[in-house]
């Protein structure tokens, strides 16, 4: 009787837990991995938001009254076509979900989807993110607020 009560009671306990220590689901990427005891922690990938243990709420843009802007200019720039794709003479699109903080600072990519997979598009279209900051954040009724933002990429082969 007291072996059926121990699997209750550490499902009880593990629904304590708050978010950060909570086993992080699969459906889920931006939730940050906990290290295993005595492991060294590792850093956090470039996906990850820096600000989600912080408890921001990145508000979808269907919520926001003006959606975050973008340079861009330097994304075009930043945008490398991917080697394999180039010698294939492929044309792709990726979709990305983007975080982007009340300060415009981004804080996490990560494909949605990308057409043709496994390509290099995906990769691609992340790293021209990379030192990118929004020219101006969110507003939701005028105050600058932490949004998620889909931004679609189009490579078009030269």
């Not at 590792?42 to 269907?62: I, N, V």
């Not at 802007?69 to 180039?86: C, G, H, M, S, T």
């Not at 300060?103 to 990769?123: K, Q, Y």
Request: aromatic share 6%; with cysteine.
């Amino acid at each position: 009787m007291r072996i059926a009560a121990l699997p209750l009671l550490m499902l009880l306990a593990a629904a304590a837990l708050p978010a950060e220590e909570a086993a992080p689901s699969a459906a889920s990427p931006w939730i940050p991995r906990r290290a295993q005891p005595g492991a060294r922690p590792r850093p956090a990938p470039a996906s990850a938001p820096a600000s989600a243990a912080e408890g921001d709420l990145f508000l979808p843009s269907e919520s926001v009254s003006s959606a975050p802007r973008f340079p861009e200019e330097r994304i075009k720039q930043n945008a490398v076509y991917p080697r394999a794709a180039l010698r294939a003479r492929l044309d792709g699109i990726v979709i990305l979900e983007i975080l982007v903080d009340s300060d415009g600072i981004i804080r996490g990519t990560r494909v949605l989807e990308e057409t043709p997979p496994s390509r290099g598009f995906g990769a691609a279209a992340s790293r021209a993110f990379d030192g990118i900051r929004a020219l101006s954040p969110a507003l939701l009724n005028g105050i600058p607020t932490a949004s998620r933002y889909r931004y679609t990429l189009r490579f078009v082969c030269p």
